[in-house]
């Protein structure tokens, strides 16, 4: 079975400072997805980034970007000028490219609580 | 256009009630997901559904029983809760496909305590 593990319970970072969130996993396959996501206090999961492990390009989107290491099994996001917004849980998420049961399922790590300081 | 919507948005219910909460999606997805959240913690798979038809339940007690009535509705039905069960309820889909494009969207989820 798969894991992720996010090793930093918590993190704060200055407004407009750059900060790392830092995520490892465990699989015995060589396809699959990882996903960032972010659960600010509203509550509603957000889709950050995602990276298919068969492109060695890091993904990006906007302030985001990811460090993908596939051999070292890390998955890391970097947000760049962080803003007050950016506050929230955020948590890394495997997927298998293997059907299981007619969908995919997602393994969650326990989260990184972001606090961004003004 | 990547919404899924959850009602209601918080739910106060007795350990005798019925309840149910409602999940709606207008993307097109054939998968559709309920998990259950706790406080500080990642969400908890419940129940998959695929093409209409329960794919997954993850050992779920029967207190909870989901519904898919059609390819954009999910229901999840409630009786006879314990105070445990009192948590942040999220709906998800997807496109049920293979390749990138297979991305779970969440909704806002559904507040429930049981008192």
């Known amino acids: 079975a798969q894991t992720v593990t996010q090793s930093q319970p918590e993190m704060s970072v200055q407004e407009a400072e750059t900060v790392t969130l830092s995520c490892t996993y465990d699989?015995?396959?060589?396809?699959?997805?990882l996903f960032w996501y972010k659960q600010p206090p509203s509550r509603q999961m957000i889709l950050v980034i995602r990276?298919?492990?068969?492109?060695?390009q890091n993904a990006t989107e906007n302030r985001f970007s990811v460090n993908f290491q596939k051999a070292a099994k890390s998955f890391s996001l970097k947000i760049s000028d962080s803003q007050l917004g950016d506050a929230a849980m955020y948590f890394c998420?495997?997927?298998?490219?293997?059907?299981?049961?007619?969908?995919?399922?997602?393994?969650f790590g326990k989260g990184t609580k972001l606090s961004v300081i003004p | 256009d990547t919404e899924v919507t959850q009602t209601p948005k918080h739910l106060v219910m007795g350990m005798t009630n019925k309840k149910s909460l409602k999940c709606e999606q207008h993307?097109?997805?054939?998968?559709m997901y309920w998990y259950k959240q706790k406080a500080k913690k990642p969400p908890e798979l419940m129940f998959v559904?695929?093409?209409?038809?329960?794919?997954i339940n993850e050992s779920v007690p029967s207190r909870f029983s989901p519904e898919c009535p059609n390819s954009s509705l999910l229901n999840l039905h409630l009786h006879a809760l314990q105070p445990e069960d009192s948590a942040l309820y999220l709906c998800?889909?997807?496109?049920?496909?293979?390749?990138?494009?297979?991305?779970?969207?969440f909704g806002p989820g559904t507040r429930l305590l049981v008192l």
């Open positions: 998800a889909s997807s496109q049920a496909s293979t390749g990138r494009q297979e991305t779970q969207y």
């Open positions: 699989t015995s396959e060589s396809d699959y997805y």
């Open positions: 990276q298919e492990a068969y492109k060695q």
């Open positions: 998420a495997y997927r298998s490219s293997l059907r299981e049961a007619g969908s995919y399922q997602l393994t």
């Open positions: 993307m097109g997805h054939r998968a």
């Open positions: 559904y695929s093409y209409e038809k329960l794919s």
